[in-house]
Nanobody, 123 residues
Framework: QERLVVSGGGSVQAGGSLRLSCVAS????????MAWFRQAPGKEREGVAR???????LVAESVKDRFTVSIDNAKNSIYLQMTNLKPEDSGMYYC?????????????????WGQGAQVTVSS
C-alpha cells in the first residue's frame, strides 16, 4: 500500500525546535525522492526540503539556516529538524513522495501526499 505516515509537530514558542518524521513504504522510498512542504492559512503550499534517492538533499533558501532534512534508509524514513522556529513557520507540514529535481520542491513534482502535521509557533 502506498502510504506516507507523518509524526511530530506540535506547539512551541519562538526560538524552539521541532522534528517531523515521515515513514514510507519500501516501494515508495526506493523509487521516489521524499520532500517536505508546508502551508500556512491563506497561503499556497510551498516546498521546504527534499532528498532524492541518491540522498542528494536540498533545503529551501528561506529556511536553510534553520531547517535540516535527513534520511534513514533502514527505517524508510525522512526527518525535518526545525530549529529557531519563528511564528511565520506555523502551518501544516506535509510529507510527499516526489520526482527529484535540481530546484526547490514544487507541488507539481509530487506523486503522493502524506497527511499533514500541524506546527504552531507562538511569539
Amino acid at each position: 500500500q502506498e502510504r506516507l505516515v507523518v509524526s511530530g509537530g506540535g506547539s512551541v514558542q519562538a526560538g524552539g525546535s521541532l522534528r517531523l518524521s515521515c515513514v514510507a513504504s519500501r516501494y515508495i522510498f526506493s523509487r521516489y525522492s521524499m520532500a517536505w512542504f508546508r502551508q500556512a492559512p491563506g497561503k499556497e503550499r510551498e516546498g521546504v526540503a527534499r532528498i532524492c534517492v541518491n540522498e542528494e538533499s536540498l533545503v529551501a533558501e528561506s529556511v536553510k539556516d534553520r531547517f535540516t532534512v535527513s534520511i534513514d534508509n533502514a527505517k524508510n524514513s525522512i526527518y525535518l529538524q526545525m530549529t529557531n522556529l519563528k511564528p511565520e513557520d506555523s502551518g501544516m507540514y506535509y510529507c510527499a513522495a516526489a520526482f527529484c529535481s535540481r530546484r526547490e520542491p514544487a507541488t507539481s513534482d509530487v506523486y503522493l501526499w502524506g497527511q499533514g502535521a500541524q506546527v504552531t509557533v507562538s511569539s
